[in-house]
Structures are given as C-alpha cells and as structure tokens.
C-alpha cells in the first residue's frame, strides 16, 4: 500500500506531520465505523490541501508568487488538481527558509563558508574543487583549480539539462519544473524514491571517483521539493568540503557559474598584477617596457568589494588610435613570456598629452578600466598571447626628441591704423600661447621679442627722437614674454615706405642657455611686419636709415649664428606706383622681402597662428615601427 504524504507525495514517514507541506498524517483513533460524512470531510480536506500545494508550485515554478492567480500557462492549469488558481484565492508561500536573508557586499567581508572553500583550494588540501547544484532547469557542474600565476580557474564539468539526467520527469519545460518544484498534479506522480536513485546513478556516472572528496554543494532555492531530495542525495554520497546556501552565503539569483566566481573573486593575489607601459630613455630615446604595479600580491576582497587604482600614462608622438594597455599577472619578459596576460584594454590618449586612468580589481586576474568619458568599469579584450607578444616585441628602437624652439619676433608696431597693428600684436600673441601648449614642461620653447617702428615717430614724447626700437624682450618663457607684450603700444607711422626693421635686427640676440649646443636648438627669427627695411643711404624717394644701419650686414649675422629668419609680410596695399621714384621704391620693397623670405615665409590671413605654431615646432623621429602602448613617463 502507498505509504506516501497523500498531499505532497513523500514516501512514508514515521511522524505525525509530512515533514515537506505539515499535512497531518495520523489522526487519533476513533471507536465505530467512519460515517459516509466523515470520509467525505477527509476527502475535500486532502483535495483542498493537495490544490494548494499544487498552486503553490505552480506559482513558484513560473516565477509568478507576487503577480496573482490566473496568469499560469494552459498546459500547466489543466494539471492542477482541483483546477487552477482562482481569482481571490488565498495562497500561502512556503516560508521555511524564511528566517534567511541574503548577504550583501560588506555584511561580511569574507564569509566563513567562502574561507573554507578558498583555503581547501589554496592550502593544497583540495587540487581541484567540484561545485554542484540543482537548479529549475540544470544540474550545474563547474571544476575549480589554481591556474597561471595563482589564478582560480573555473571551466564547466558537464553540466546537463534535467531532461537527460531525470527522463521520469514530463518532456514539457513548464510541466518539468512544476514537478521539480514539488507539484504532485493529475498526471502520474513522480516517485520520490525513484527520483532519488535516477540522481544518485547519474551522479555516480558523472562523478569521477578522484572529485568524491572535492565536492562543493550549492543548495537550491527553497521550496523546490525536487530539488532539496537531489541535494539531499549528494549530502549522503559525498563528503562535502563546503555547503553554500542560495540567498545565504551567495546570491539568491544568478547561474551556477556566477556564484562559483562570486566565491573565487575573494581568493587572495598570489602575484602581482601588472600594467606594462613603454618608456624612452630621456638621453638616448632608447625604448623599453615598463611595469607598473596596479595591485600587489596580498590584496584579498570581501564578498562583493572591488579594489581602485589610479594611473596617469602619457601619449607617444602619434595620434588616432587607442593605445593599448595590457595587464599581467607576474612580471613579463620583454617578449611577454613568463606572465599570464589577462586583459587588453584600450584609452585614447592624444599625442604627447597625458590622462588619468583609473583601474578596478573585481578578483584575481579580473582588472577592469574605467571608461574616461563615463566612468563605468569595461572589462575590455581578452588578452590573446600571440597578440600581446606582438606588442611588446614590436617597441621603436628609438624615440628622438626634437631639438628645443628659440623664437625671436620682430614686430612693427606703426601703421596707419590702429587695428593694422593691433593684427600683428594679436597674432604674436596668439602664436606665443599655441607654442605654449605644445610644451607642457615649459622646457621645450623659449620666445623673444623686439618692438619697432619707423624713423619718424617714436614711443612717445618723453622718448628722444632716435629710439625707434623697444627695449628687447630676451628670450624666456612663453608666459614672460606675454606678459612683457601687454605693455607694448602701437603708434601711427609717419611714412610708409620704410620701417626701423634694420634697427630691429640689430638688436635681436639669438642664443641658447650658456653652454648649450647649437644642436640643442633650433633658433627661428619671425618678422611679422608691413614695410621693408630703411637703406643705409637714400635712394631716390626711399628714406635712409638715420644710423646708417645696414639690414643685409644684420641679417648675414643671424643667418651665420645658426638663425633660420622667416617673414610673416602684411600685403602691399593702396593705388600702383607708376612714376620712376615710385616703381623704384616698390621694386626695393619687393627685393628686399624677397631676401628676408628666403628661408620660409608665412601670411595674413592664410595661415593661422596655430598654423604657425606646428610648422615651427620641431617634429619627433621615430626610429622603428610606431609605439602602441602608452607611456609612463611624458616624452616631453
């Protein structure tokens, strides 16, 4: 005679109520004949309880306990006894397990139950580790060992569907898991006891007799009948190392491989973890890797915590691609060998700019970078070893750094308007900012100036007649020389056909720090002016300069001192000369830019002052194929 809980159908029990749904199994004794009434009471009372605990699984295995009655599948409803959940009834959720909450990051910084499973890995008690558990739809197998580098490694052990590991069970997914949630219904009822021993055989099968000492159960959710007798059949086959509990020592949701990395993720760095970067050598520009220590071996995370840490790598000399970023567990090889690669993020950094990034460790050999613009952690690429070889080995022989920028400016600050001078003043100024920001360090561009007009007019009336040239700005930083501009004032010209240029020529002093090598700078003379030079003697209508001054001497000087001069020349405006004094003034003036441009020139209106600034700036070299990852240090 079937001996089972008439209501949930768990085999025979020597107890007064089932242990699974509380249904009173033994009544007390009665004397006389059980009346017609009484077996009918008895009936509905079990019909009821058996309707309740098939609505009960019902709604469990659907995932539906908070959204109501009446919103089961058809297939499913037409099992259950006593039909289907009717609007308004009453359901009563199994509460068992009630008294369980699950933890969340920082309620305990490393549960008990996760040291045990960490420590059978790590103390050597335990080679590999074998995680268990039984899900509504799977038997979830995953093997845990110790990797490269310390590592824990998790690859699936032959997880299977509950279609081929309990074939006693309906063919139908929603019917299947109403059994395995304990729903008895109208069809043939599953026998306990043979479901117990089909899980036991297939464990048997599928279970390697070297894991019977390495087995870690997770148990499943509450509730789920089915599923508590398969974890109760591993309980009594197998020592376990550990028993983690759903909603307890894990995640209440989540797969079988989630919650096994959940666990892994509190493992303690063996090794440190690596961020390689290049690095040129400030006097050869010889380049090599470098390593940088993201997080040192040591660090171990509680349940849910990550670790931060923050760097800051500097562009090469090229643009437009990511630079590349990988992450080692262990220190490298110059050709990668010897570390476990473990990501490949990118960053786009522009050329020779620098950015701060920031870099998250969920667990060993998973480091995250944040992305610069949002800020939310990407695990990035995986770390392929031919490809992260191929970036380490294919580093420039060499980066050279480009010899330092002395500019000098002449500038002319006559005109016949105030704004034609003002154009000139705003453009040296323009150009004094860009070269600026092309020289973070404030090591690479030195600027100077010299200030003049024409022989007619001077600064002011307290200046003598005669001083036709500004005190000259020597050359210094970007930032000085600006400062020392804003006291410049422009002046109306008295003539226009000659400037105090030679005179300004005269006073330019080109030179490097004392003992520097004329390699070490590149000196450049920008002539940002209107009119040409005065003559050491007039000729014809051409005034003469009052000194005598010659502009060729001065400008063969530069020139043999190493100066490149170049011209920045306002267009020659106004009516055509056509008288002989005429054509022969402007055929000087033309001769005489000719002589000042001819080793470069540039013009208003056409070319910018950034323009200016990145022709002037000197290029890098590159010995070798391009840099791909970023640097540690700026090359600048």
Same mark, same amino acid.
């Given at each position: 005679m079937d001996q089972a809980c008439p209501v949930c159908r768990t085999p025979a029990q020597n107890e007064e109520f089932c242990e699974v749904c509380r249904w009173r199994l033994h009544d007390d004794p009665v004397l006389g004949e059980l009346t017609s009434e009484d077996v009918q009471r008895a009936r509905s009372a079990i019909e009821a309880a058996g &309707?309740?605990?098939?609505? %009960?699984?019902?709604?469990?295995? !659907?995932?539906?306990? +908070? *959204?109501?009655?009446?919103? #089961?599948?058809? *297939?499913?409803?037409?099992?259950? *006894?006593?039909?289907?959940?009717?609007? /308004?009834?009453?359901?009563? +959720?199994?509460?068992r397990d009630s008294s369980v909450k699950s933890a969340g990051p920082g309620s305990d910084a490393i549960p008990m139950e996760y040291r045990d499973v960490i420590d059978n890995l790590f103390g050597h008690r335990a080679k590999e580790l074998l995680f268990i558990e039984f899900t509504p739809d799977e038997v979830g197998m995953i093997k845990v060992s110790i990797g490269e580098g310390g590592i824990p490694r998790q690859v699936d052990a032959g997880?299977?569907?509950?279609? @081929? #590991?309990?074939?006693?069970? +309906?063919?139908?997914?929603?019917?299947? %898991?109403?059994?395995?949630?304990?729903?008895?219904? !109208?069809?043939?009822?599953? @026998? %306990?006891?043979?479901?117990? !021993? !089909?899980?036991? &055989?297939w464990l048997k099968a599928y279970i390697p007799p070297s894991y019977e000492h390495s087995v870690v159960l997770l148990t499943s959710r509450s509730g789920w009948g089915l599923l508590e007798r398969a974890a109760d059949a591993v309980r009594t086959a197998y020592p376990l190392r550990a028993e983690l509990r759903r909603g307890g020592a894990v995640a209440a949701q989540g797969t079988t491989a989630d919650a096994v990395r959940e666990v892994l993720r509190t493992a303690p760095l063996l090794v440190d973890h690596i961020l390689v970067l290049a690095l040129a050598d400030h006097d050869t520009g010889a380049v090599a890797t470098y390593h940088h220590t993201l997080f040192p071996a040591g660090i171990r995370l509680g349940r849910g915590e990550t670790a931060t840490a923050?760097?800051?790598?500097?562009? /090469?000399?090229?643009?437009?691609?990511?630079?590349k970023l990988p992450v080692f567990v262990g220190r490298p090889a110059p050709d990668g060998s010897g570390a476990l690669p473990v990501a490949l993020h990118e960053a786009p950094v522009g050329a020779l700019e620098q950015v701060r990034l920031r870099f998250v460790l969920r667990g060993p050999g998973e480091v995250e970078l944040a992305d610069t613009r949002s800020g939310v952690p990407r695990a990035g690429h995986g770390a392929v070893a031919a490809e992260v070889s191929a970036l380490l080995t294919r580093l420039p022989h060499r980066i050279l750094r480009p010899p330092a920028l002395e500019l000098h400016f002449t500038v002319e600050l006559s005109g016949a308007e105030r704004t034609e001078t003002e154009e000139r003043l705003a453009f040296v100024r323009d150009l004094v900012l860009a070269l600026a920001r092309h020289d973070e360090t404030g090591t690479a561009v030195r600027t100077g100036a010299v200030g003049h007009y024409d022989h007619q007019i001077h600064e002011s009336s307290h200046t003598p007649r005669g001083m036709t040239v500004l005190p000259p700005i020597p050359a210094g930083s970007p930032a000085a020389t600006l400062a020392a501009l804003a006291g410049w004032r422009p002046a109306r010209r008295g003539q226009d056909l000659a400037s105090s240029l030679e005179d300004a020529l005269g006073a330019v002093r080109a030179g490097g720090e004392p003992g520097a090598r004329r390699e070490d700078v590149r000196r450049v003379l920008l002539v940002v002016a209107r009119r040409p030079p005065a003559q050491p003697k007039q000729h014809g209508i051409h005034p003469a300069c009052p000194l005598g001054a010659d502009w060729r001497t001065e400008l063969g000087r530069l020139r043999a001192a190493g100066v490149r001069v170049i011209t920045r020349a306002d267009p020659v405006t106004g009516p055509p000369q056509h008288d002989g004094p005429g054509l022969a003034a402007r055929r000087y003036a033309e001769?005489?830019?000719?002589?000042?441009?001819?080793?470069? @020139?540039?013009?208003?209106?056409? +070319?910018?002052?950034?323009?200016?600034a990145g022709a002037l700036t000197p290029p890098w070299r590159l010995e070798g194929p391009p840099c791909r990852l970023a640097f540690a240090t700026p090359l600048i």
């Open positions: &309707h309740a605990w098939d609505v %009960r699984a019902a709604r469990l295995s !659907t995932g539906i306990a +908070d *959204r109501g009655p009446g919103v #089961v599948g058809d *297939r499913l409803a037409a099992v259950i *006894r006593g039909g289907p959940p009717r609007p /308004g009834e009453k359901h009563k +959720d199994d509460s997880s299977a569907k509950w279609i @081929s #590991v309990a074939p006693i069970l +309906d063919s139908h997914e929603d019917i299947r %898991r109403f059994q395995l949630a304990g729903g008895v219904g !109208t069809l043939q009822p599953v @026998s %306990r006891a043979e479901f117990d !021993t !089909t899980v036991l &055989h923050e760097v800051t790598v500097h562009g /090469g000399i090229g643009g437009g691609e990511p630079l001769e005489a830019w000719a002589e000042l441009s001819a080793e470069g @020139s540039f013009h208003p209106g056409r +070319d910018s002052a950034a323009d200016v």
